[in-house]
């Protein structure tokens, strides 16, 4: 079992530039595949990124590829999201979450998940 506690949401412009991080307990956090997530008000949860066990497979949603990038530190117990050129359309709470397969791109996979952090892109 994992359990998961995200941070480094806030306020930023758009344009701006954020790093979220998310933090997993547990002792074989490296067998995890490991995603963010986001949810708008009045959306449904939707898929951002992914990253295998080792961090050298990943998956991107197509509106954030080119702009966000996923990437884990096993040592650390911890997967972070960075997050360029932020636009308004990235306002959500971003979630991240650990499933026990490889990799996954849909929340239904995700058997794990933390509480979310806010991020609002004020225009």
């Known amino acids: 079992q994992v359990q998961l506690v995200e941070s480094g949401g806030r306020l930023v412009q758009s344009g701006g530039s954020l790093r979220l991080s998310c933090a997993g307990s547990?002792?074989?956090?490296?067998?995890?595949?490991l995603g963010w997530f986001r949810q708008a008000p009045g959306k449904e949860r939707e898929f951002v990124a992914a990253c295998g066990w080792s961090g050298d497979d990943t998956r991107y949603a197509d509106d954030v590829k080119g702009r966000f990038t996923i990437s884990r530190d096993n040592a650390k117990r911890t997967v972070y999201l960075q997050m360029n050129s932020l636009k308004p359309e990235d306002t959500a709470v971003y979630y991240c979450?650990?499933?026990?397969?490889?990799?996954?791109?849909?929340?239904?996979?995700?058997?794990?998940w933390g509480q979310g952090t806010q991020v609002t892109v004020s225009s």
């Open positions: 979450a650990a499933t026990e397969k490889l990799i996954a791109t849909l929340p239904h996979e995700y058997e794990y």
């Open positions: 547990g002792r074989t956090f490296s067998n995890y595949g």
